[in-house]
């Protein structure tokens, strides 16, 4: 079976930096689309990026300017780069991989933005 699995998360300063990355435990094929998720405590998951496969990527515009989406297609993986985190990027984070036939979420990892 086919898992995803974050990595990456963990606690910051303001304005401190993290890089999460996001590969499958098993082979996919044909995925066109990878984003990342979060929800933060009290409110619903919501879209932070995706890139599709040709590295066409969209940003929720809360972080726009600071995040950056890519993938390594041979990998089958995603990545996130943060900076400038803000105390409201607290949440749990996760990725999500889109196919034909299905698509796949990871389990989800802890960022927190603290002084």
């Known amino acids: 079976q086919v898992q995803l699995v974050e990595s990456g998360g963990g606690l910051v300063q303001p304005g401190g930096s993290l890089r999460l990355s996001c590969g499958a435990s098993?082979?996919?094929?044909?995925?066109?689309?990878m984003g990342w998720y979060r929800q933060a405590p009290g409110k619903q998951r919501e879209p932070v990026a995706i890139?599709?496969?040709?590295?066409?990527?969209n940003y929720a515009d809360s972080v726009k300017g600071r995040f950056t989406i890519s993938r390594d297609n041979a990998k089958n993986t995603v990545y996130l780069q943060m900076n400038n985190l803000k105390a409201e990027d607290t949440a749990v984070y996760y990725c999500?991989?889109?196919?034909?036939?299905?698509?796949?979420w990871g389990q989800g990892t802890q960022v927190t933005v603290s002084s």
């Open positions: 999500n991989f889109k196919t034909i036939w299905r698509e796949y």
């Open positions: 098993g082979s996919i094929y044909s995925i066109s689309v």
């Open positions: 890139i599709m496969s040709g590295g066409t990527t």
